[in-house]
Structure formats: structure tokens, C-alpha cells
């Protein structure tokens, strides 16, 4: 069983930055950052490969937002800017196992760990 931890969630004006973290208590897993506002979907925001060779992003974030992580402190970070309102949601971070291509990193279902989510609320 893998314990994820997502912090660094919070309130902030439309414009501004937020930078989430997700400490894990093993290693060696992909990990995805997935977001979920109410009424709506989980959605896949990006995800890095356990090597950090490979970074996604969905296309909403493209720009604003950068994945990296720290094998030697097991945590991954999602750095977040020029938010918008729409970017309101709780943010959850996710570990995959296996293999991290084809796509198959940006469905919910594919990941084995999640965290228990930070609220993310970005004012107009």
C-alpha cells in the first residue's frame, strides 16, 4: 500500500500562483495530478513518469502549469499559474504502476494509489 499526501492547496486571485505537493511513501511509481470541481468528472491534469523523463499536460493546462518530483524526496509537485476560476476544484495526485504511454496515464482507473485531495479555489 502506497500513502500519498497532497499539500499546498488554498484560496488565491485569479492570476496567481499555487504550488501543490504530493509526498509518497514509496517509490518507483508514475504519478499523475488529477482534478475534480463539483458536478464534474475527475479530470487528468498531467502526469510525470517515475524517471521524470516524461511529463504530460492536458491541453486546459499547457503553459500554466509544470509537473516535476524529487525521486530523492519520493514527492511530486505541481506548480500552478495565471489561474483562473475555472481551475477551482480539489486536486488529488495519483500512482500508476506499469507502463506510462499511449495515453493510458490520463484515465483515473489506470492509476493503483491516490491521494485524499486538496481544495484549490481561485477567486475572480
Known amino acids: 500500500q502506497v500513502q500519498l499526501v497532497e499539500s499546498g492547496g488554498g484560496l488565491v486571485q485569479a492570476g496567481g500562483s499555487l504550488s501543490l505537493s504530493c509526498a509518497a511513501s514509496?517509490?518507483?511509481?508514475?504519478m499523475g495530478w488529477f482534478r475534480q470541481a463539483p458536478g464534474k468528472e475527475r479530470e487528468f491534469v498531467g502526469g510525470i513518469s517515475w524517471s521524470g523523463g516524461r511529463i504530460y499536460y492536458a491541453d486546459f493546462v499547457k503553459g500554466r502549469f509544470i509537473i516535476s518530483r524529487d525521486n530523492a524526496k519520493n514527492t511530486v509537485y505541481l506548480q500552478m499559474n495565471s489561474l483562473k476560476p475555472e481551475d477551482t476544484a480539489i486536486y488529488y495526485c495519483?500512482?500508476?504502476?506499469?507502463?506510462?504511454?499511449?495515453?493510458?496515464?490520463?484515465?483515473?482507473?489506470?492509476?493503483?494509489?491516490w491521494g485524499q485531495g486538496t481544495q484549490v479555489t481561485i477567486s475572480s
Open positions: 495519483a500512482a500508476k504502476g506499469g507502463t506510462y504511454e499511449n495515453r493510458n496515464y490520463v484515465v483515473p482507473i489506470a492509476y493503483d494509489y
Open positions: 514509496a517509490s518507483g511509481y508514475h
